[in-house]
Structure formats: C-alpha cells, structure tokens
C-alpha cells in the first residue's frame, strides 16, 4: 500500500495485490508466449503458444481455458483444447528438440473473440488425480472497429462516363489513429477500386452504368481503416444510367486515361474497374423469370440467368448459367443418351413445374425432358448446336442433365459476321473488346510491379483480374501469357500475405477464366465444356479430363502452380494456420479444384 505522508492533510492512498501460488517442487513447469500480439483484431486467429516442461510423475493432463463464458473453445478453437503430457516427453502434440519441453499450440479461428474487450486465457496442468499442479495465464486485448460516421455521395443521380460523383467519409472515430480510407464500387460481387487505401477521405470519380435490372442502381462502398487494420465498410446506392457508348469511344478513352496514368497506380485502377465494368455489363432485357427458375438474375451473359442460387440447389446445363430451371440436389435424376428423339417413357401430367421430377419440365401439361439451350440463344445472329464433349463432333440432341455432350452457337457470317459465345457482337466489336482487354491487362500487369504487396492491393488485383478476365472469348492468345503473369505475380505474394474467403474464390474463379481462356481457339464462339464449371463449384455426372488435349503452358503458368502446391505444403507443416485459412479447403482440400488445376497446368 502507498499512502500521502502523514503530516499533509489529503489522506490518499492506492494498493496492489499479487497472490501467489506455492506449488510441489515435484510440479512441472508451465509457460505462455504471444505468437499472435497481444493486443489483436477479432477478424485475426488468435495464437498462443504453451510450454510444459520438467514433467517428473508419470503424466500430466493439460487444457487450455479462458475466463469469459461466452467464448466456448470446443466450438471456437482449431486446435485441441486438451493434452496429456508424459514424463518422458510422449505428447500427442509437438515436441521441441530433446529439451524435454513440451509445446502445446493454441489457435482460435477468426471472428471467435468480441471486439473492445479483454480476455483471460490459462494453461491448466492437472495430475491423474485431478489435482492442479501448474498453471500459467496471459491477457489479450481485442481491437474495435472504427465507429459509425457518415459516407455521403452527391449527385445521386448520374450518367455513365459523363457525370462526375464525389464522394466522402466524415466523424468516423477510433482510438487507434490516423484513420485511411478506401473507395470503390461493387461489380458482380467484386470491390473495384476508384481510390486507394490512404488518409485522404473524399475523391471523384466518373462511374460506370448500373445494374439495369435493378434501375441502374450502382452501389459505392467506403472502408474506414484504424491504424491496426480493423476496418469497417459502409455503402451508398447511386443511379448511373446507361449511356450510347461505342467500343471505339472506350477504347480511345482507356487509351487516353491509361497514357495519362502511367505514372498513377490509382488512376490506373481506377480507369480499369470502370472499364472493365462497362466491357462486362449485357443486356438482360429479356431473360426469363430468374428466380421461378431457382437461379441469380441475369448478368454476366446476355439474356441468362446465373449460377443457382446455392449450393443446395444444381444445373442440369454444363455451364454454371442457364435458362432452364435449376432442382434440388437431393431428386432424383434423369440422365439420358445424347440420341436424338430421347424422350421419358410414359410422360406425367403437370400443371405446375414442382409436379415435375428430376431434369423434367413441364411443357405442354406433360412433364417431359428438354434439350440445352445456348446462352442468350445466340443474341438472334446464330444457330444453336449439340456436340459430343469427348469427340467435338456435331450430334442430333442434348439433354438437360446429360453433362457427355453440350452446346454451343455457331454464328452468323452473312450479311454480317457475328462472334463471341453468345454471337452478340459483330466481328469488327469482338476483336476491338479483345484489344482493350489487352490493354487493360497490361495497365494491371504495370499496377502489380509497381505497388508494394499488401492485403488491400492484392484484394485490388485479384478483383481486376477476374473482372478484366470474366469474358474468356474476348481474351486473346496474346493476352494470356499477360495473365499468367498477373496470376504468377498475386500467387508469389500469397505465400506472407493471406486473402480473405471471398478474395480466395474470386482468385479461384480467375485461374478458371485463364484455363478456359487457354482452351478457346481465336475467332470461335466455341470451348470445351470440360472446363466451364468453376473451380470453386462441385461438377456433377461423369466430366473428365484429358491431359493430352492441354497445350503445353508457360514457364510462367508451371511456376504458379509450383507456388500454389508450396502453400499447401506449408499448410500440412502448420496446421494451425491452415485450420484458419480459406486457401487451404478451397484448393488444396478440394479434390475437384486440386483435380483439374494439377492437371491443367502440366504441359502435355
């Protein structure tokens, strides 16, 4: 206790206590250490490290426990909460060296802690008998994201390329300053990046159209970052209506901007995502109900529906996107010949498309099976046809649910040559958007060697990447060895750097656009359908693939999956960031993923 001396005559006084516990000198001996900083955010996989050493009775039962109730570590942790310790060092753990120490690692997955609060967590040794013999503790603190303020964007209302939006982050606070900011749009789920992370917080920028089928409604984000990371995001929905843009007029403008930006790694973003943007967005004008059909709206092919909308549901199409209505995965299948006239034996009366089981659809007050269909029905400047998958060759028919065959459009070539894989533009169109894929390709190849690596900028280009590459016929032969750079260039950084869930599959999704791009001929609407399916998505029937029909890839595209094979080696070593890490069950735990990528990226 220390108190005011006793002649003044304020009487205060502040006291500590310590209470200490005498242990058997027979008890062993217990430790903690921080691997993770004690201070942490939540988002982050906590990571103790416990040591037991001079062991001398028999065994010892060890766990790991903390103070708060809430937190239940046999739900939470990715590591086991319980050992037993020999005294001769036979731990079902893992030992270090011949010190006769043992190291008990602890590791609790991500968002396991809440924010703003301190946590108590103790090693506990514990005799046969169940008597507590050691015991260590350690505090951890968590982190806070920064507090609510205001995101505001003006005019709310706008036109492509034209009008000029600014926007502004203001009274966010935290205690861990300076704050930065990071400013965008959001495309087909991905974050496109108008400004980068920084301490400025406002900016302009003219904006892409909106989603058509939803008004034109465009949505901007704002991310406000502490100095330690924790970041939270607020977004705001602007109008950008459509405006007559010519591939001409962007391609002059990409060149301009691009010409004008070298020495700008944010102006070069930022004319990337918008033109990327407007490269990809179709016209869904009349697609069919998507939801009646168990599918996401339409938006990555002219008048499709997309993918199904989860994973309990499945397409009987071999490509992801479809018009036909996906079921469930539990019903059961009807998979038939690619013969023509292929039909169900003794057809059932329908009324509504529920009554109808299987890839059956009710057609005419029958439930019956359909044939495929081609994306957006060739756009109306081309013809449907079926092939066989293995042979390439033409066949009569191909049904829903039967994944040996598919389909593809044959274009138009008079009076005018239509191409691309929905035949939706003229050959003139086609090649000019190839070209500015190229182009943009080469400003995020010139992005990834002059920005310094870090979680925001490879979350940047992993974005780009999938949105430069989502059109694959419209990546030319010469803009894929571009590609392979990138993807050589995020994957090397992977291996200090580690991408989010989402930012993994988008990853995942852009390997998929260069594998599929590596496969389509130049001038051809047609791919093989062996790779379609995304490598994030389960394949259904009896798809393989044959690893003499792959092209001999680059040195580049071989030294990329190297690195990805590495990462998974690191990660069966330490398995207690694995535990924790998406890259790990998406692609090296995943049969289907690891399958087609091993396979695909060996030269024949």
Known sequence: MVSDDAYTSAQRSSQADITLSISSADAPTVSMQYVTPKRMNPSSSLKLLGLVGSVKTTSVNCSWGVDDTSVDLSAVASTPVAFKVSATNALIGTLTGTTGTSTLNFALVPFSLRERSTFTFTLSCLSDSSVLVARSSLAVTTNGQPLPGEFIVVPDTGTALNTSFMFLSSKWFDEDLPLSYHFGFVSSSSLVTLQSRSEISYGNSILPVGDAASNFILQLFAQIFDVMSAQTTAYRLVTVKNAVISTSFLSDMIFAELSSSVLSVDNTKKIIGISSSILNSVDCSKSPNCTALNRSPCKDVANTCGVCVSSEWMSGESSDTGNSACIRRYSSQSTTSNSAGASPVDPIKCSDPADCKGWKQCVLGLCQIVEKTCPGDCSGHGKCTFYDIQSSVNVKSCNLGDFSCDVRCECDTNPVKYSGLTCAKSYQDWKES????????????????????????????????????????????????????????????????????????????????????????????????????????DSFGSESTNASSSSAYSDSMLRTRNLLDSLCESYVIDMVSANSNSFYFLYCLTPFTSFIVSLLLLPS
């Open 434 to 537: 190839q070209a500015l894929r190229g182009q943009l390709l080469l400003g995020l190849q010139n992005i990834t060697q002059a920005e310094d690596a870090s979680p925001e900028s490879l979350s940047s280009w992993v974005n780009n990447l999938n949105s430069i590459t989502s059109s694959t016929d419209e990546i030319s032969s010469d803009a894929v060895s571009t590609v392979e750079n990138v993807l050589e260039t995020i994957v090397s950084n992977m291996q200090t750097i580690k991408l989010s869930d989402s930012t993994t599959s988008i990853l995942l999704g852009s390997i998929n656009n260069y594998l599929i791009s590596s496969q389509v001929p130049t001038g051809t609407s047609s791919k093989k359908s062996t790779y379609k399916r995304r490598l994030t998505t």
